[in-house]
């Protein structure tokens, strides 16, 4: 552990527990039937298509036409991230750079929400083949949950899995499980560095400005690092922490795949 | 009375009788330049060259910068305001439109302006926000953003006179800060994207009386440019004039940029230039007629407006003296411009772009092949990208080094054609639209970098290299420093002659609004905002 990494890891520790205390208190989405307390209305067609209008007059220009994001992140499968309340509180309050929507009322903004929530949304797809319940096992026994979440279960070196089946088919988890570095999640790139008295750091990128880089190990372990005492800052294209799954047996791997592809959150 | 007891202890430190330090006649904003220790416009001065005489800040001693103090905003919302200061006084604008007047030496709230905005109103394609007051005489003007303007006495936030400019319903809305010229109040409006018209309008400055109004987009067959639209598609508006311009008191003429035609990305229903769109128009300041324009777009169908702050400045230029005015656009290329006649000087990238071989000796552009950049169904990689090489940030000049300063993206996005079809605005305010759209291009290919230009010939002399997509406009001072922001919240001050950085403190959130230099109480400030706070800076 080089000085940099201990200095840091003590500080940031305290704020990565703060993060998962937010993560676990953060709406995970409304209960079965699409309410959460009687704050969550129940959305219409129309509700949807006037929440579509609204994001393009006063959102898109952010986020992006069709949500993937340009000034502001990607909205896809926010929903999952956040629950219909948190995203409601987001357009109300704001979050970070984001100001708050003054301008449209209560009615409105649930408008956006419903609009959002439908934001990289797959739709229809030809089902996969496996068997969910057996999928769970594959996924148990292979210690996915480890780096990644479920709804309240697991860990968050990976991506938070709770609704991956509504924004991705059954073919991105064949092709993913087989290759991971191939086409890594947004966020989850690796970077290399190397620092000018010799520390060899390899983690994902969390955050990057013009003078500060900080990286998360596989460990969770968060590393900042002062750019001007960085000799070498090497992205590392095609690797990522998630392993290959291509041993995985033909039906152990259709199972799995059934199973992810089987998450859809708490619609 | 609290109000009362400030203006006794502002006077006391500006050493200034209190009549004297609220009046601000129209011959001090002339020779603004002249009292450093304030910020009386927008633009900083009538050239909008954002330069501050002050020089206590320098390359030597900017390491040792610490924030003074912090104000922060009662409301929601980004505040995205130039700040005036007037002898002692901070005038701050928040969210969606109000007025903060604060002491300028240590932030203490003097009295608040809170217009009656109706919370239901929602402006298409732009956030509800403001971005400063005009000051003349004993009043300040404020536009706000269902598109009134408003006077009030700058001693006490009262309002002297309230007029509409336009109706919200048709889908205007109002960001910007207010031109005070002699005796006059010069305004534009926006909302491109709902249809809204474009038009210049000004003001009598005592009563809020209409003098002129000139529009931007031909209302009728017979106006001016109306050739340039076809099949009358001048009708769907567009053109806005949402940025505010700059002024020349001794031509008398009032610079102004212009916005985009619509739809924004689907062109087909618009064939033609779309005069005076993507424009820079100079308009006689007495009559509101047009002197002449500039149009950097024609036909524009990458959301490019051409409403960036003119600058104007004075060089030789073959050995003649040339008044110029300079603007760097949207569409990535740097322009200068001779101020009295519109001639077109020079014209150069001064950020990545991919859309045109260069311009013509009349500046026009020479464009690549439209199936190479213009939006298609399945998108158009196409550089710079929607949000531009620069937007609405404010560049500067320095006319110590001669150079232009701006902080540009380099960026790209994939144009996406919509549906030909635009419906205007209605009243419930949520329609409107571009006729398409983008998607961001590769985003580890989007940076930010601070540029100084020779401002004369567009050269680059050096640039500063950022990380991410920067949204801060710069400031030049005497003092030898230009200030600026990362996209993560890094204000910073560099050396305006080597792009050398001096130093630089992580302000915890975007910062999206131009710097001011100021000073009270004989020392200089520094100050900008970050998320929700306005944060000044100063030396120990």
Redesign the interface.
Same mark, same amino acid.
């Given at each position: 552990m080089n000085a940099i990494r201990s200095l840091f890891v003590a500080g940031l520790l305290i704020l990565s527990g703060a993060a998962r205390i937010g993560l676990n208190a953060a709406p995970q989405g409304p209960p079965p039937g699409g309410t959460q307390g009687a704050a969550v209305p129940n959305f219409t067609p129309d509700d949807i298509a006037n929440g579509k209008q609204i994001f393009a007059a006063q959102c898109a220009g952010c986020h992006g036409f069709d949500g993937s994001g340009q000034l502001g992140p990607n909205l896809h499968g926010v929903e999952a991230r956040r629950g219909d309340a948190g995203i409601f509180s987001v357009v109300r309050n704001g979050t970070g750079a984001m100001p708050p929507v003054m301008a449209l009322n209560d009615q409105r903004v649930w408008q956006v929400v419903s609009y959002v929530r439908t934001l990289g949304d797959i739709g229809p797809v030809e089902a996969a083949k496996g068997d969910p319940a057996k999928g769970k096992e594959v996924y148990d026994q292979n210690g996915c949950s480890v780096c990644h979440a479920i709804g309240m279960t697991g860990g968050g070196v990976g991506p938070q899995l709770t609704a991956i089946g509504r924004t991705r088919p059954p073919k991105y988890f064949y092709d993913f499980l087989r290759d991971p570095g191939k086409n890594p999640p947004a966020g989850y790139d690796l970077v290399r560095v190397v620092t000018k008295d010799g520390h060899d750091t390899t983690g994902i990128r969390v955050s990057e400005d013009t003078f500060t880089l900080v990286l998360r190990d596989v460990g969770g372990h968060f590393y900042s690092f002062d750019k001007t005492k960085l000799k070498t800052i090497e992205p590392q294209p095609g690797k990522t922490f998630m392993p290959t799954y291509d041993k995985l047996s033909a039906t152990d791997l259709d199972n799995l795949v059934a199973y992810l592809s089987s998450l859809k959150g708490a619609q | 009375m609290r109000t009362a007891k400030y203006l006794v202890m502002l006077v006391a430190l500006c050493g200034a009788l209190p009549v004297a330090a609220q009046q601000v006649p129209y011959e001090r904003l002339q020779k603004s330049d002249a009292e450093p220790q304030n910020w009386l416009m927008y633009g900083g001065n009538y050239g909008s060259q954002r330069f501050s005489g002050l020089k206590e800040m320098t390359p030597q001693n900017a390491k040792d910068l610490r924030v003074a103090w912090a104000y922060q905003l009662r409301?929601?919302?980004?505040m995205e305001s130039t700040p005036l200061i007037v002898d002692g006084i901070m005038y701050l604008t928040e969210?969606?439109s109000n007025v903060t007047a604060l002491d300028a030496r240590t932030g203490k709230v003097l009295w608040r302006y809170v217009p009656p905005v109706p919370?239901?109103?929602?402006?298409?394609?732009?956030?509800?926000?403001n971005r400063g007051v005009a000051i003349l005489g004993d009043k300040l003007y404020l536009a706000t953003?269902d598109d009134h303007l408003v006077a009030l006495d700058a001693k006490n936030g009262l309002v002297r006179w309230n007029t509409v400019i336009a109706d919200k319903a048709d889908g205007y809305a109002i960001t910007q800060a207010p031109l005070a010229i002699n005796g006059k109040i010069v305004v534009g409006v926006g909302g491109g994207?709902?249809g809204a018209h474009g038009f210049l309008s000004c003001y009598d400055a005592n009563d809020g009386k209409l003098l002129w109004r000139f529009y931007t987009v031909p209302r009728t067959a017979s106006d001016p440019g109306a050739d340039t639209w076809a099949d009358g598609s001048w009708s769907n508006g567009g053109g806005t004039t949402w940025n505010t311009g700059s002024y020349d008191p001794e031509l008398n003429v009032i610079y102004w940029g212009t916005g985009n035609p619509v739809p924004d990305w689907n062109g087909e229903g618009r064939m033609g230039d779309n005069l005076f769109t993507c424009s820079l128009i100079a308009i006689d300041a007495d009559t509101g007629k047009l002197k002449w324009y500039f149009q950097f777009s024609p036909h524009e169908t990458h959301d490019w407006d051409s409403s960036e702050p003119p600058i104007l400045f004075d060089a030789t230029l073959n050995g003649k003296p040339r008044k110029l005015v300079a603007l760097a656009n949207r569409n990535a290329f740097y322009y200068v411009l001779d101020r009295a006649s519109g001639e077109f000087i020079t014209g150069v990238p001064f950020a990545k772009q991919t859309w045109a071989k260069g311009l013509d000796a009349k500046g026009r552009p020479i464009k690549f092949p439209a199936e190479q950049i213009e939006p298609s169904a399945e998108g158009t990689l196409v550089y710079p990208?929607?949000?531009g090489a620069i937007n609405w940030t404010s560049p500067c000049y320095s006319p110590i080094t001669g150079l232009f300063y701006v902080n540009a993206r380099d960026a790209g996005?994939y144009y996406?054609k919509g549906e030909r079809k635009f419906e205007k605005n209605n009243s419930n305010?949520?329609?409107?639209?571009g006729g398409?759209?983008?998607?961001?291009g590769p985003?580890?290919e989007t940076t930010t970098s601070i540029r100084a230009l020779n401002a004369t010939t567009g050269e680059k002399k050096w640039e500063y290299k950022?990380?991410?997509?920067s949204?801060t406009g710069t400031l030049a001072t005497a003092g030898g420093l230009v200030f600026s922001a990362?996209?993560? !919240? #890094?204000f910073?001050a560099l050396n305006a002659d080597t792009g050398e950085p001096l130093w630089?403190l992580?302000l915890g959130?975007?910062v999206?609004s131009n710097p001011v230099s100021y000073a009270a109480d004989g020392k200089q400030y520094v100050a900008d905002s970050a !998320? #929700?706070t306005l944060f000044v800076f100063s030396l120990p």
């Open positions: - | 409301g929601g919302g980004v969210p969606p919370r239901d109103f929602v402006p298409v394609g732009l956030f509800p926000t953003i994207e709902a990208a929607l949000t996005a996406v305010g949520i329609v409107g639209g398409g759209g983008s998607r961001p985003a580890d950022m990380v991410g997509d949204w990362d996209s993560a !919240g #890094n910073l630089h992580l959130a975007a999206r !998320g #929700n």
